[in-house]
């Protein structure tokens, strides 16, 4: 019987060799490739040298948006948070008790002053009218004869025939008749106003609320909600609000004597309401908020402003005459400081230090080291540095075309000395 034998394996070295071969074929690839990629350059890349990181498009000039800096007239406004208030606000409320019988007003509608807006039941004040006439009568009738019983007591006494006493008591009697018939002519005056007050009429122009009664009702003077509230709303104020700090220049305007422009705006900030005039300013400053409380008048030709409206308030202080003018995008800041970039005639970038001034909505004022007509850039502005190169895409707005292309040949692109 045959004994098993072990499998024979091949020798060490064998066995090393052949773990090594794979290993030195990689690397004789990779050398062999890198050796053809080297060589295989144009001679314009040989004369070149190595490859930058121009060659890859990482220093191809930026496309960006400009726009030239321009020159005009700039106003500068300041800016408050308002509410528009009625200069009268009156709440109509009777001058006598009855029942309202009438109603002559529309609710929201103008009225002018001494229009008439409602009636109280007036036959209560018609007979108080008729008593006190009455009376006035009876009392002129007790003059008139005590008038006359005095002019006869006068003739007596120049004949002697009555006594002094008696002449004197007559004239006495005349003017107690005389103010008892005052009294009477008083009464009939009150009732006269009472009937009068009957009529509720309009105190003031403006615009009705909403009726606080109706037809039928018993209205009283004393009752505290009244029929009607009438808010004039020609002309109409708005009170603001400025920081302490923008105080001086308003002060230093208001000196002069000269008018300073008010616009309303809405709550948005951008449609326009009214324009109007300053009217006064507060005496003191809110400690509070460290603001100043001011007034502004306007016409409300229109009747776009209604009482305790809220609005945005744009005061004009000055006008900058011939500012440079720059879109508040082209201004960027650093710790050094405000500054542009300004696109040279050769394309390229140079930083520029500036010193800007007040800014409205998208504009902002360059007051030094900016000249107008220059280029600035107002887009594409994160991968730009001193000196770098720029495409101009875009122009004031205006699209710019793109930079001629090489005419291709019937076969492809046109050769460059390498290969394709």
């Known amino acids: 019987m045959s004994q098993n034998k072990l499998p024979e394996f091949p020798p060490l070295t064998n066995r090393r060799k052949s773990y090594l071969l794979p290993g030195a074929v990689i690397v004789l690839a990779i050398a062999g490739a890198g050796y053809y990629f080297t060589h295989s350059a144009t001679p314009e890349e040989q004369a070149g040298g190595r490859r930058g990181p121009g060659d890859f498009g990482f220093d191809a000039p930026t496309a960006v948006s400009v726009e030239t800096v321009a020159q005009s007239d700039f106003p500068v406004f300041l800016n408050g948070l308002g509410t528009v208030t009625a200069l009268r606000n009156v709440v109509v409320r009777p001058r006598v008790d009855g029942e ?33 006439q009455g009376q006035l009568l009876r009392d002129e ?61 309009a105190p003031i122009s403006g615009r009705v609320g909403l009726r606080q009664i109706d037809q039928g009702n018993i209205i009283r003077a004393s009752d505290s909600t009244g029929l009607v509230v009438i808010t004039q709303v020609q002309p109409i104020t ?9 105080i001086q220049p308003v002060m230093q305007r208001w000196r002069s004597n000269e008018p300073i422009n008010v616009a309303a705006y809405d709550r948005a900030g951008k449609t326009k309401l009214a324009d109007g005039k300053l009217l006064a300013m507060d005496n003191q400053i809110d400690s509070t908020t460290g603001t100043l409380k001011l007034k502004a008048q306007f016409e409300n030709a229109e009747r776009t402003l209604f009482a305790n409206q809220f609005v945005n308030i744009k005061m004009l202080l000055e006008t900058l005459r011939g500012a440079t003018l720059v879109s508040s995008a082209a201004i960027q800041h650093d710790t050094q400081g405000a500054f542009v970039y300004l696109v040279k005639e050769d394309k390229s970038i140079e930083l520029r230090r500036v010193t800007v001034g007040p800014t409205e909505g998208d504009k902002v004022v360059v007051l030094s080291n900016l000249s107008p007509k220059e280029t600035v850039v107002i887009e594409g502005i994160d991968r730009l540095r001193e000196g770098s190169k720029v495409d101009v895409a875009q122009k004031d707005g205006v699209a710019v075309a793109a930079a001629k292309v090489e005419p291709r040949d019937s076969n492809g692109p046109k050769r460059n000395g390498g290969r394709h």
């Open 141 to 201: 009738a007790l003059l008139k004869n005590a008038e006359i019983d005095h002019e006869r007591y006068l003739t007596l006494l120049k004949q002697d025939s009555i006594s002094a006493q008696q002449t004197v008591t007559q004239e006495a009697q005349v003017k107690q008749y005389r103010g008892i018939v005052e009294m009477d002519k008083a009464q009939v005056n009150n009732a006269k106003l009472q009937l009068d007050y009957a009529r509720v009429t």
């Open 238 to 246: 708005v009170v603001f609000t400025l920081p302490e700090d923008k």
């Open 100 to 132: 309202l019988i009438k109603v002559a007003f529309t609710e929201g509608q103008l009225v002018k002053e001494g229009e008439l807006l409602a009636e109280i039941d007036p036959r209560p004040f018609q007979i108080q009218l008729q008593q006190a």
